[in-house]
C-alpha cells in the first residue's frame, strides 16, 4: 500500500452491502487478499451498453483494491448455456439455442462470435481482463455434483427428469429467501415467472429448475442421473464462484437487474449445498437510462455501443470516444442510475478534455525551488486526501473527480500565475503529479486520445475498435476478413504495425 494512503484507510474501506442495506467496513476473509465474482454476460448477442456500464464500474473497482495493494482474484464468468427466454425454467428455449437454430448455427459458433466480440468491446472501454473467465459450459460435471449435494441435503426434488429447488422448505430452515431482494415467497406465487404449464411438477411456484430435462429439439444437452438435458442458469454462478473463490468469499458483483432472481437463488443454491451464504458483500450496479427512460428497442429508446461512437443514432448529434463515455460513467455512483443523454455526453467529453488538459500540463511544470508550506501546500495536499476518502466510501467515483477538478483549477491557476510556486513546496508538487497519473490511468481507466481536427474524439476509438476486429480475425485465423481491414486502412494512408509491445498504427 502507497505510505501516505495508510493514514487514509485507518477508518477502512467501506462497501455498500446489497443484502445488509448498510454501509459496512470491508474486512477480508484473507488479510490483504480479495476473492470477488462479477456475473458476466449471457454470449448470444452484441453486449448492450448497459452491460458494458455494469463491467466498466467493477473494472473501477477492481482497479482500486490492486491499487490499495490487495491482492485480487478477480472472477468474472461467461454464460454459455442455461439462460432461457423470460427467465422461465421450462417450456422456454434457451437463449443461445434458439439464435443457433434461427441462424442455422451450432451454439458454440454463436458463443465464440458474441463473447469475441464482448472481449473486443471491453478492450475498447480499457477494462482490465479478469483473472479467471470460466464458462458454463466447461463445468456440467460440478454443476450435476451441486444438483446432487442440494438434493442429498433435502433442499431439492426430481420431477420428470428435471430437478427443483425447493423454496418453502429452505425459507422453512434457514429464513433468509428474499432477505437480498426484499421479495417475500408468498408475493411470488403472483410473481412467477414461469410457464404455467410447468406447475404442476412443482410443489410451489417459487420454486426454480437446477437441472432441465432437455426437450428432444434442445441442441445442448448433456447426461446427469435424472436425465440428459441442462443446468439452470442460476446453478453455475453458484458453482463456478465456489470452485475458484472457495465456500466462502468476499464480494460477488453484479447488475441491479440480477438481485431477483438470479442472485437471490444463488444464495439459496449456495445454502442447499454447502450450509451456508456464498460471499460476505453484494455490490450491485444499477441501470443506465437513455433520455430518462428505461432502454428499450421496442420503443426506440436504445443505443448500443458502436453507435456511440460514430454517432449514428437519432439520440446523438455527435460522435463520442470510449475514454469520453467512460468518463461520462464515471461521473454516476456505481449504485446510481446514469442518465444517458447527448447534453451529458457533451458535458462529458468536455469534462475529460479539460482533465487530460490539465494532467499535461502538471506533468510538464517544474517547480523552480523555494517554496513553503503555505495555504495552497495545505489546500492541495486536503484535495488530495479527500479524492482517497471518496475512493474509500464505496468506490464513489463523483466525489473523487470533483476533488481532482478543484485540483484542476489549482494547476491552471499555477500555469496562469493567478497562484505562485512560492506557497508549494516540491514534495507535494511530486504528490499531485503522482495523484493524477494514479487516478486517471491506474484507478479510472481513462486513456490519452487523439482528437481529430472536428473535436469529435473518435479517431483513437475507432482505431482502437478495428484493431482489435482485425486481431479477433487473425486470432480465428479469418484471413479475409484480416486483409480486408488492412487493405481498407492502406487505402486510407494508415499504417499497422505488429510488434512484440503489441499493435500500433500510424497516418501516412
Known amino acids: 500500500m502507497n505510505p501516505y494512503l495508510c493514514t487514509l484507510m485507518k477508518n477502512g474501506l467501506q462497501l455498500f452491502n446489497s443484502y445488509t442495506g448498510k454501509k459496512e467496513v470491508f474486512t477480508p476473509i484473507h488479510e490483504g487478499q480479495v476473492g470477488i465474482y462479477v456475473c458476466g454476460p449471457t454470449v448470444y448477442s452484441d453486449v448492450h451498453l448497459g452491460n458494458c456500464r455494469t463491467f466498466v464500474s467493477f473494472d473501477v473497482i477492481f482497479r482500486y483494491l490492486q491499487y490499495l495493494g490487495y491482492k485480487v482474484r478477480y472472477v468474472r464468468n461467461i454464460t454459455d448455456v442455461g439462460h432461457l427466454e423470460g427467465d422461465a425454467d421450462s417450456n422456454a428455449e434457451d437463449k443461445i439455442s434458439k439464435k ?3 441462424e442455422q448455427l451450432e451454439p458454440m459458433q454463436i458463443v465464440q462470435h458474441y463473447m469475441n466480440g464482448f472481449h473486443d468491446m471491453m478492450r475498447v472501454f480499457n477494462t482490465l481482463p479478469p483473472h479467471i473467465e470460466p464458462r458454463a459450459t466447461g463445468h456440467i460435471v460440478e454443476q450435476i455434483e451441486m444438483v446432487q449435494a442440494i438434493l442429498d441435503n433435502g433442499l431439492a426434488y426430481e420431477a420428470n427428469g428435471s430437478v427443483y429447488f425447493d423454496t418453502l422448505k429452505f425459507a422453512e430452515q434457514h429464513g433468509v429467501y428474499g432477505a437480498l431482494s426484499g421479495r417475500k415467497i408468498e408475493d411470488l406465487i403472483a410473481e412467477s415467472r414461469d410457464n404455467l404449464k410447468n406447475q404442476d411438477e412443482k410443489r410451489h411456484p417459487s420454486d426454480f429448475a437446477i437441472w432441465i430435462k432437455a426437450a428432444p429439439e434442445h441442441l445442448m444437452r448433456w ?3 435424472w436425465s440428459v438435458g ?4 442460476h446453478l453455475e454462478c453458484s458453482v463456478m464462484s465456489t470452485k475458484y473463490l472457495g465456500e466462502k468469499f468476499d464480494i460477488h458483483g453484479g447488475g441491479n437487474d440480477l438481485k431477483f432472481p438470479h442472485h437471490e437463488n444463488e444464495i439459496a443454491q449456495n445454502y442447499g449445498a454447502c450450509g451456508h451464504a456464498p460471499c460476505n458483500y453484494w455490490l450491485h450496479a444499477n441501470m443506465l437510462l437513455l433520455n ?4 428499450a428497442k421496442s420503443d426506440g429508446n436504445s443505443i448500443m455501443p458502436g453507435e456511440l461512437f460514430t454517432g449514428q443514432s437519432p439520440h446523438l448529434t455527435k460522435a463520442y470516444s470510449p475514454m469520453v463515455v467512460r468518463f461520462f460513467m464515471l461521473q454516476s455512483h456505481y449504485s446510481s442510475t446514469l442518465d444517458l443523454t447527448d447534453d451529458a455526453l457533451q458535458a462529458g467529453e468536455k469534462g475529460y478534455r479539460r ?11 517544474a517547480h523552480p525551488g523555494g517554496g513553503s508550506a503555505g495555504t495552497l501546500d495545505k489546500e492541495i495536499n486536503a484535495a488530495i486526501e479527500q479524492a482517497f476518502a471518496d475512493m474509500s466510501d464505496d468506490f464513489n467515483t463523483p466525489k473523487a473527480l470533483a476533488s481532482l477538478f478543484e485540483l484542476v483549477t489549482k494547476v491552471n491557476s499555477l500555469k496562469g500565475g493567478q497562484l505562485s510556486f ?3 513546496t ?5 504528490r499531485l503529479k503522482q495523484t493524477f497519473n494514479d487516478f486517471i490511468f491506474t484507478i479510472f ?20 475498435l478495428i484493431l482489435d476486429m482485425r486481431q479477433t480475425a487473425r486470432t480465428n485465423k479469418d484471413w479475409g476478413t484480416s486483409d480486408k481491414i488492412r487493405d481498407a486502412l492502406k487505402e486510407l494512408d494508415i499504417v499497422v504495425k505488429d510488434g512484440k509491445d503489441g499493435v500500433t498504427w500510424t497516418k501516412g
Do not use: H
Request: aromatic share 6%; glycine share 12%.
Open 355 to 365: 482533465l487530460m488538459e490539465a494532467q499535461k500540463l502538471l506533468q510538464a511544470m
Open 230 to 233: 441442462f443446468p439452470g442458469w
Open 292 to 295: 430518462g427512460k428505461k432502454m
Open 426 to 430: 516540491d514534495a507535494t508538487l511530486d
Open 223 to 225: 447426461t446427469a442421473p
Open 100 to 102: 443457433a437454430r434461427l
Open 445 to 464: 481507466g481513462l486513456q490519452e486520445e487523439n482528437f481529430d481536427s472536428s473535436g469529435d474524439g473518435v479517431v483513437d476509438g475507432l482505431m482502437q
Open 422 to 424: 512560492n506557497d508549494l
